[in-house]
């Protein structure tokens, strides 16, 4: 194993545990192999004993090596590192998370990073994890485009979250659809949605929302016989107005609404509806419920963590489901 070159940015404890790590994922060091003694691996990288122990111990807990009093230290299994590249940061993703990780074995390590729908971004995290790690799960940045970073990934070391709407035979996934199945929801709950004379979408220009769901909303508008409108910048925003049922994708909008409605004395589930895109467990108890359409992140987190260990190939579609409350 060659010489370390340590910086700054991580301690050198970890410096040293990463490197002899990915030397592991990617075969310099193999199983049964010997790995250099404390006295021999302080001398190379010219670090303390104590760093190279702590290092190396480290690695234990991960799982990687083991040592035994005649052997010294050796490799014992491979590396499970996986890189979980998410768009944004919301209760729903953390949901999505801790069941991933709540479902893995303890010698998996998962790296957790955002991209914030940042397609600059994006494509520089995927390029520089290429061979960093042995499994990658990733939301991409579009709906409509498959990166071709991606492509640098191996087929089968690669699990595509969430967005979907483009070519992706070829790998594993799982999704959700924002077209068919938002409007086979509102279709599931016309028979509330009846008592409201118009239907508003508030989905903001900035919101990194497939634009084609607002297609399908008007459609199921067309087709049921009602007013609508769709709220796309904030100069569109004229107030609550009785007889109307608001769907929200950002909580920031929801808030707004009940705010408002609050404040004209308008009654949730009478006057006006309201129904919040992506469940939260907050959801359940405001307003005596605001009803919801969503699918199951801690399901999808759940599948995540069975293709991991198992590698078998994978390629759904989540239902999504209307979650009928008293804001309706």
Not at 18 to 39: F, T
Not at 127 to 154: A, C, H, T, W
Request: net charge neutral; charged share 25%; aromatic share 12%.
């Amino acid at each position: 194993m060659p010489q370390i070159k340590f910086t700054n940015s991580t301690s050198k404890i970890k410096s040293l545990a990463d490197a002899i790590s990915l030397s592991i994922m990617q075969g310099r060091l193999k199983e049964g192999d010997n790995l250099l003694s404390i006295n021999e691996a302080s001398s190379l990288h010219k670090v303390s004993r104590d760093t190279v122990f702590k290092a190396y111990n480290e690695l234990k807990r991960r799982g990687l090596i083991d040592s035994t009093p005649t052997k010294g230290y050796f490799v014992t299994g491979e590396v499970n590192q996986v890189l979980l590249l998410l768009d944004n940061y919301s209760s729903f993703k953390k949901n999505l998370y801790y069941r991933f990780i709540a479902n893995l074995p303890e010698n998996y390590k998962v790296d957790l990073i955002f991209h914030q729908y940042n397609e600059r971004l994006f494509e520089t995290i995927v390029r520089e994890s290429i061979g960093k790690y042995s499994m990658y799960v990733i939301m991409n940045f579009s709906n409509e485009q498959f990166s071709d970073s991606l492509k640098l990934i191996p087929s089968n070391k690669l699990l595509l979250l969430d967005f979907g709407n483009f070519e992706k035979s070829d790998y594993s996934y799982i999704c959700q659809d924002f077209n068919d199945s938002f409007f086979n929801c509102l279709l599931e709950g016309n028979e509330f949605l009846k008592r409201y004379k118009k239907l508003t979408f508030v989905f903001p220009e900035e919101v990194c929302h497939p634009v084609s769901s607002i297609d399908w909303f008007i459609r199921f508008c067309l087709s049921q016989g009602y007013e609508y409108e769709v709220l796309r910048k904030e100069s569109d925003w004229k107030g609550v107005v009785p007889g109307t049922a608001y769907i929200c994708i950002l909580s920031e909008d929801l808030v707004k609404i009940i705010k408002a409605a609050d404040s004209a004395g308008f009654i949730i589930g009478s006057d006006i509806g309201l129904i919040a895109y992506n469940e939260e467990p907050v959801l359940e108890v405001i307003k005596s419920g605001i009803s919801s359409i969503s699918i199951d992140f801690g399901a999808m987190g759940e599948k995540a963590a069975q293709f991991i260990t198992n590698k078998q190939l994978i390629q759904e579609y989540l239902p999504t489901k209307l979650i009928i409350r008293n804001s309706i």
